[in-house]
């Protein structure tokens, strides 16, 4: 049928199918900035405005949409620079946006702004609250809400016609002092080196800066530390076709795939013949159809640390939601026909969905295929994807010699990590008859390597592109469906696009690793650690995809920060023992945080328990036994992800400042042990006969990067107007990282953040690089990046300074390309005498010796410093329904350097509402016969803008000198503290322990029934 839309103020006439859904129909005219986040109406990514009202795209039909008008972000503003062409700009509420660092992968941008502009539209002057209450219909996932909320209030100041203040000029009560043992920022009183960068000499300890701000008395770092603006936000702002989904192809087919009813069944028989004879239908295929080969799904370096146990089709399935079939089809409507005239001939097998009955010799196996191969101790024989032992010094010596043991067991849950951008791909033959995956991927060079055995194609062959990402936190260190489009491609000849529903991101993702664990801990009564143990019992699902690495990590990292103190100290007692099991769950893979917020849970928790059965104060019991600055991390010398150890020092340590900032912003002297703060009152004084409050501790760290492994590459080319090309194979998925990179590069060449012109990521164009995870953008791709610009540097002041020697002729002192500084777009000689970067880059180009100026950087770490922080919560629990509200949470982080103080403090916001959903609310569960209980974000509830708590960020700057600006990871840490800090706040209001999480209302009232 034919209808006529208003959009935008256009008429547009589209031919469309009864059922098509308004968001259908738009993208297919090119309105990619409305964005497919569910199916359901759920998500409000789809959000447009009808006769002004924001309403959901994806469930509304096309044909009901006639007679109204339809706006879309399209509608508002542009670039203001067209050239000769001068536009109004953007919307104030797309400036704002983009000025507060409002945008984080931008997925869910357009529907928020919309939504705002209705608001602001009926409502000038709107409070916080209202404002959270027009944003609540658009869920993200990156930000945690806070600064899209501010980015609201300012444009209405805005529009009010009031005055703003600029971003980057803290008010002076925000600032926290430092305390004067501290030293000033590295570089602020001393010159610059030669390479632009702080000298080797500059002290570690730095400034503390509140919330997002910096020091603004920094002068030495012109780019490095300040708020600038994200380089992909006025893009992402105005909904431009910028992620993967968002791409035209004549000729384009739709891929779907079959998944398992069963658990765990081999495939007798399976028929096709009627699928494939369907009109419409391009290619049916099953594991009859392509090559077998096993691999790996995890997208990790070379070689895979892990079992390779996957096919892409195989004959036997080991999930509900596993692969059976995939098509190809010229429509959806067609390509879901045929996945219904598919038969398929089962023999059910008995399934595991106890990971300590998946242990049993008589537990049937679910890996008995001959191509398995093995890592390290995995076992298909014995459902053992991967087992880790890990003893440090002499645990059994260390409880014997413990006053009291403290043994107590944990469980965490399967979480999922719902990016809004579901995973989607595009994939086709090139002309040169070379394959091209578009796909929303952190590991575009991973993908690449590991899918060419797969495909049956040589590297060279392949070019992956990674446009923007919506968001991955994980899910998207996967090869996860690239291969379903390649195949069908292979067997079409045919551009073919496939994007998972939400439904099935539920059922066939990748999720966080459950776990059950064990902890031993041996203590003095003067709160001395003697040892440590923990055991961890994992649940990796059908397959082995980064488990041994992510459970090694809980160990890894959680077990770490306690030592012991006194002799205990100097030589620590600690054990990790942990199994990773297969069952018939879907797969856990990668999920921010990478098995430390699993470690985290269990070990905060016990040093909770320990501290107030020993009358101990929590805090300082804590900090007696932590890691320090100078000590040897314990694990280096006997664990490295399957590879050999090597001892490594802990070089800057910020956590007792942590603990100090975040005490002083919480309030902690003033409520912990005073009991009026925690009897709640109404403002008349009375005490709520029900309501509690408590307040809570964990302390945490992380890794950046993993040594001796993971490597990242830059390149950077200088144009003869003085701008630069960075090109990185580093992706940024949200977190910021292509500007952050950008601005070391800027501080190196000397020029704004804004000359710096960023392509991110694509195998054929940019270098390699490991790809986003492990917390290592910034200090891997970072340090690569540095080495880049120092070469381009380099050629720079050796034609500027022969510049200059040409202009003073033999009056002046003979310049060398070391006495050069860049500065401002400028080469200055040390008199002052300056050429821009504008005549050098003409001048290599086109005018003298010409020479393309370009640096090549690579960097493998040695070392993977560790961030540390200490996370706050604070509840108030209503003990007759359980019911359990946080009201703040106050984070103070050591990242080392913050590079830029908006875009890390968004991390650090979006990071603790994703950990405040695994605090309390957060499970994917199954029934008995393996189906899942959550297939929708009705169900599987995120925090949404108008349910968030107060949240603050704190952070404490050290200087890690193994970082050329000295930084440390901030991605992750986020994700440890707070689902412990939620469970002791939860026990300092009402004396309840709660030991597995979520901690939802009905275990704290189940708890209360017993206390
Ligand atoms: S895509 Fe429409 S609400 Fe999710
Ligand atoms: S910025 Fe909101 S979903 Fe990523």
Redesign the pocket.
Same mark, same amino acid.
């Given at each position: 049928m034919n209808i006529k839309l208003q959009v935008n103020d256009q008429s547009i006439e589209a031919e469309v199918q009864p059922g098509d859904s308004l968001l259908k129909v738009l993208r297919a005219n090119g309105y990619f900035g409305v964005k497919h986040g569910c199916e359901t109406g759920e998500c409000g990514a789809c959000a447009v405005l009808i006769d002004g009202k924001p309403t959901n795209s994806c469930v509304l039909l096309a044909a009901q949409a006639e007679g109204h008008t339809i706006k879309t972000i399209e509608a508002l503003g542009e670039h203001p620079e067209q050239g000769w062409r001068t536009t109004p700009g953007l919307h104030p509420l797309q400036q704002a946006f983009v000025e507060t660092g409002a945008?984080? /992968?931008?997925?869910?941008?357009p529907a928020?702004i919309l939504a705002a502009q209705t608001l602001l539209e009926n409502n000038p002057d709107p409070t916080e609250a209202e404002v959270r209450e027009a944003l609540s219909g658009v869920?993200?996932? /990156?930000?945690g809400y806070l600064k899209p909320v501010q980015a609201v209030l300012r444009a209405a100041a805005v529009l009010r016609g009031e005055d703003v203040e600029p971003i980057g000029n803290p008010p002076p009560e925000l600032a926290i002092p430092a305390p004067e043992s501290w030293q000033p920022r590295p570089g602020e009183d001393e010159p610059l080196t030669e390479s632009g960068l702080p000298g080797a000499s500059a002290p570690t300890r730095t400034s503390i800066m509140p919330r997002i701000w910096v020091s603004s008395a920094s002068k030495t770092w012109q780019q490095v530390g300040k708020p600038e603006l994200k380089v992909d936000a006025v893009k992402l702002v105005q909904g431009k076709p910028a992620f993967t989904a968002d791409f035209e192809r004549r000729g384009m087919l739709i891929a779907k795939v079959l998944h398992s009813p069963h658990a765990h069944a081999r495939i007798r028989h399976i028929d096709v013949s009627v699928a494939r004879a369907v009109p419409g239908v391009a290619a049916v295929l099953t594991w009859q159809d392509i090559p077998r080969v096993a691999y790996s799904t995890a997208g990790q370096s070379d070689p895979i640390p892990g079992p390779l146990d996957s096919f892409s089709l195989d004959h036997k399935v080991r999930f509900v939601g596993d692969r059976v079939a995939f098509v190809a089809a010229e429509t959806e409507d067609i390509a879901e026909q045929a996945l219904k005239l598919i038969v398929v001939d089962y023999e059910v097998l008995p399934a595991l969905f106890d990971p300590a009955q998946a242990q049993q010799p008589d537990a049937p196996r679910l890996h008995d295929e001959p191509e398995f191969v093995n890592f390290a101790d995995s076992d298909a024989s014995l459902n053992l994807a991967a087992r880790i032992h890990i003893d440090i010094g002499d645990v059994e010596r260390g409880l014997a010699e413990a006053d009291q043991i403290f043994e107590a067991e944990y469980e965490v849950p399967k979480v999922q990590q719902a990016?809004?951008e579901p995973h989607v791909v595009i994939t086709y033959w090139d002309e040169d008859d070379r394959l091209v995956i578009r796909t929303s991927t952190q590991v575009p060079f991973h993908v690449r390597r590991q899918l060419a055995p797969v495909l049956g194609l040589p590297i060279k062959r392949i070019r992956v592109i990674k446009p923007r990402i919506?968001?991955g936190f994980g899910g998207k260190q996967e090869v996860l469906i690239e291969d379903v489009a390649a195949h069908l491609t292979i067997a079409t000849g045919r551009p073919v696009y496939f994007e998972y529903t939400r439904e099935q991101e539920f059922i066939a993702a990748r999720s966080r690793h459950p776990m059950r664990i064990r902890m031993v801990t041996g203590v003095k009564r003067d709160g001395t650690i003697t040892a440590n143990a923990m055991y961890a019992l994992s649940d990796t699902g059908a397959y082995g995809c980064h488990a041994l690495t992510v459970t090694g990590n809980t160990g890894h990292k959680a077990m770490a920060l306690y030592v012991g103190d006194g002799v205990y100290r100097q030589s620590p007692n600690i054990r990790f023992y942990a199994d990773v099991v297969y069952t018939n769950h879907p797969p856990a893979g990668a999920f921010r945080g990478y098995g430390v917020p699993q470690g985290f849970w269990p070990v905060e928790r016990h040093m909770e328990k320990i501290a107030r059965t020993l009358g101990l104060d929590p805090i300082e019991f804590r900090l007696k036994n932590a890691l320090r600055a100078g000590e040897l991390h314990p694990f280096s010398t006997a664990w490295s992800e399957g590879r050999e150890p090597r001892p490594e020092t802990i070089q800057t340590n910020g956590l007792e400042e942590c603990v100090r900032q975040g005490k002083a912003v919480i309030g902690w002297d003033q409520k912990f042990s005073n009991p009026n703060w925690h009897q709640f009152s109404s403002s008349d004084g009375q005490a709520h006969p029900y309501l509690r409050r408590g307040i809570g501790v964990a302390l945490v760290m992380q890794g950046t990067a993993i040594p001796y492994l993971d490597m990242g590459g830059a390149s950077i080319k200088m144009n003869e107007d003085g701008s630069f090309n960075l090109l990185i194979g580093a992706t940024d998925l949200?977190t910021g990282s292509d500007t952050v990179l950008a601005q070391m590069a800027a501080e190196v060449l000397g020029v704004p953040t804004e000359d710096l012109v960023v392509y991110s990521s694509d195998t054929d164009f940019t270098p390699f690089d490991k790809g986003a995870y492990a917390s290592s953008t910034t200090y891997i791709s970072g340090t690569a990046v540095v080495r880049a610009a120092q070469a381009c540097a380099e050629r720079i002041r050796a034609r500027g300074a022969r510049l200059l020697n040409e202009r003073a002729g033999s009056d002046g002192p003979v310049l060398e390309a070391n006495d050069i500084l860049l500065r401002e777009r400028k080469a200055i000689s040390p008199d002052g005498r300056w050429v821009s970067l504008a005549e050098i880059g003409y001048n290599a180009m086109h005018h003298e010796d010409q020479e393309q100026i370009m640096g090549v950087g690579s960097f493998v770490s040695p070392v993977a410093p560790p961030p540390f922080a200490a996370q706050f919560a604070e509840v108030t629990v209503d003990i007759k329904t359980g019911q359990l509200t946080v009201d703040r949470l106050v984070m103070a982080v050591d990242s080392g350097t913050i590079v830029n103080p908006i875009t890390a403090s968004g991390q650090i916001e979006g990071g603790m509402t994703q950990a405040l959903g695994y605090a309390v609310c957060e499970e994917m569960r199954y029934d008995e016969a393996g189906q899942a209980r959550e297939r929708n974000l009705r169900d599987y509830h995120i925090f949404q803008a108008n349910e968030m708590p107060q949240l603050d960020t704190i952070f404490v700057e050290t200087f890690e000198p193994s970082h050329p600006f000295g930084v440390k990871a901030v991605a992750e840490i986020p994700m440890d503290g707070v689902a412990p800090a939620v469970g002791n706040a939860l026990r300092d209001a009402c004396g309840v322990d709660i030991d597995a999480n979520p901690i939802t209302p009905e275990k704290i009232w189940r708890a209360l029934q017993t206390t």
């Open positions: 945008i984080q /992968c931008g997925y869910c941008t928020q869920l993200c996932r /990156c930000t990016h809004i919506g968001g949200g």
